[in-house]
């Protein structure tokens, strides 16, 4: 039996914009995987729900207001890095309020979906972009 690795629960999103368009962040300097762009999301805390999480982690990163009810789980990532072992929901955000926009000082940038490919992202997030280019198109 393997070493058992602790596991981390990060919940992810999917902006999309009118044009089809998928919200990317780059990870700031000084973190893990410092360079990469990722889904917009965070640490689920202890007894906070994924859609708690999201609904905070939009508000702190990108100043926007996301309703519940408008955040569509679409699949998941499980992926096991060298110290610990990622589990990521991810979910789908078409309708928020305000504009998305840097509250941490992080690059953000629109890519289409056949685009997400081209951007060097964490190894977790990478398997997720079939399923959004299914979703939304290329």
């Known amino acids: 039996m393997s070493e058992s ?52 982690e939009l508000a702190e990163e990108l100043g926007i207001t996301v309703k519940e009810a408008c955040l569509a789980p679409l699949t998941f990532a499980s992926h096991a890095y060298p110290d610990f072992h990622l589990l990521m929901p ?14 941490e000082g992080q690059p953000l940038k629109w890519v289409r979906p056949r685009d997400l490919k081209d951007q060097p992202m964490p190894p977790a997030d ?3 972009i079939p399923f959004l280019i299914d979703l939304l198109g290329p």
């Open 5 to 56: 690795l602790r596991i981390l629960l990060v919940v992810a999103v999917a902006l999309v914009d009118t044009d089809g368009r998928v919200l990317l962040a780059q990870r700031p300097p000084g973190k893990q995987l410092a360079g990469l762009w990722e889904f917009p999301g965070g640490k689920v805390d202890p007894g906070e729900r994924p859609e708690e999480t999201l609904i905070r």
């Open 90 to 103: 991810l979910y789908v955000c078409r309708r928020w309020e305000g504009i998305p926009r840097s509250m």
């Open 126 to 128: 990478a398997p997720l």
